[in-house]
């Protein structure tokens, strides 16, 4: 019998009234195949991208099984735990099931990093019926004894392709012994490569596959071209586009959290109203920034790939890819964005000569040429050499050396906002800082160096223009002619000036 209406599924009467206030009457593809098998108490593998209906394929099913069986709440212990990769779409999920079980007498709670965890402690010390949450902060909840994983009856993975993208794959493999062996798992994942079905075997038993919506199909429905463009004029080629009105609410890509920023500034320079939101940001600013995104306020929302898994915005007009990712599932799941809920969109891509690889690979996945748009007549020739500076410190800050002069040579011809290729899909983390006794760039001291008083009140002292000493020599001229080391005992010894 083919299922074509929610009331066909046997939900309970309060959670049919909820999704009619939302004004769901028909379920998608994964909602369709995925609800029988949970309602039924079966382990569940499914493949989905986001923006499928996926969240009420299972919050339906686990609202239904709880509501059907009430127990009373255990302290410090939920009945259904639901994984997910980002704060951002741990919140949605979370709201989901307060929407989905507002006529219930059910409780959610979400909890993730970025926020004080005294005051999710004091919200789980009750028990909770259902938690979302991020594996980090689970996994330091369970660690203070705030949180107990024993009587878990229902277990979601949701977004695991994303989990294992962002190196949670050692928490995940301590949550699972956690665990109770009995219980129902829901696995979910936009892909299903050998890593991802390892994993799904750990957790899984006997499940039922469901698979809908292949990467390469949410590329079909959106409209896409490529622009070939130098580094340097990415930022006015943006600005440039950006002026045109028809450009309503835009999701612009970059591959860092340094160059999201960077972005935004340039914008902000150009009267052009724009946010960022990374994993840099603090959970009130991404939160705030997202609003401004939903209501309008803000048209222009520029994201890394990690901040953007959740991001779930319905009139996204147009997705701006300013760095091509070097992982084309995720050229998939950026321009996704904009074709939310079978609805078509638009994307554009900025390519320079490093990214053409990319390119490839993502003509390759998708089995789709992206047609080439020209540049817009009038576009600047060259950066400013304001620009051109300011590129090189950001080649500068990626390496994790101060630099004057030309940047390093993985980094010439990707000024401003490239990355060194690299398969690791997490680009987002950024330099690492250079250990202390490291050796310095040029005109920088050494970490850890010696240096007397004197010194030390020179360099307080000199203006920020002024040109610092040369390595090694102290700011003061040296009286004894001796070497660092002796020049401080020297000084120690010296009556103190006045």
Known sequence: ????????????????????????????????????????????????????????????????????????????????????????????????FKAYGRNLRLTTEVVFGGVTISRQEKALAQGVDVLVATPGRLIDLVDRRALSLRDIEILVLDEADQMLDLGFIHALKRIVTLLPKERQSLFFSAT?????????????RD???????????????VEQSVIFVQTGRKQVLLETLLRDPSIDRVLVFTRTK????????????????GAAIHGNKSQPQRE?????????????????????????????????????????????????????????????????????????DIEKLTRLKVPVMPLPEGLPAAPAASEASEQRREASHRNGQPQRGRPAPHARGNQGHGQPRTSDPNAEKGPKRRRRGGKPGNGQQQVGQPAGNQQRSAQ??????????AQGKPAASRPDGRRDGAQVAWLEKSPRRR
């Open 288 to 360: 705030r920034a997202l609003a401004g995104f939903r209501d309008g306020s803000c048209r222009v929302l520029v994201a890394t790939d990690i901040a953007a898994r959740g991001i779930d915005v319905e009139g996204v007009t147009h997705v701006i890819n300013y760095d091509l990712p070097n992982v084309p599932e995720s050229y998939v799941h950026r321009i996704g964005r904009t074709a939310r809920a079978g609805a078509t969109g638009l994307a554009i891509s900025f390519c320079n000569d490093e990214e053409k690889a990319y390119l490839k």
């Open 192 to 204: 299903m490569p050998k890593t991802i079905s390892t994993l799904a075997d750990s957790f899984l």
């Open 460 to 469: 307080a002292q000199r203006p920020a223009h002024a040109p610092r000493p």
């Open 207 to 221: 499940p039922a596959h469901v698979a809908v919506t292949p990467v390469a199909t949410t590329a079909e429905r």
């Open 1 to 96: 019998m083919t299922l074509t209406l929610f009331s066909d599924f046997g939900l309970a009467q309060p959670i049919l009234k909820a999704l009619a206030a939302e004004g769901y009457e028909k379920p998608t593809p994964i909602q369709a195949q995925t609800i029988p098998y949970a309602m039924e108490g079966r382990d569940v593998c499914g493949i989905a991208q986001t923006g499928t209906g996926k969240t009420a394929a299972f919050a339906l099913p686990i609202l239904h099984r709880l509501n059907a069986n009430p127990k009373p709440r255990k302290p410090k212990s939920p009945r259904v735990l639901v994984l997910s990769p980002t704060r951002e779409l741990s919140g949605q999920i979370a709201d989901s």
């Open 258 to 273: 340094h160059g999201a920023d960077k972005v935004v500034r340039g914008l902000d320079k150009a009267g052009i109203a």
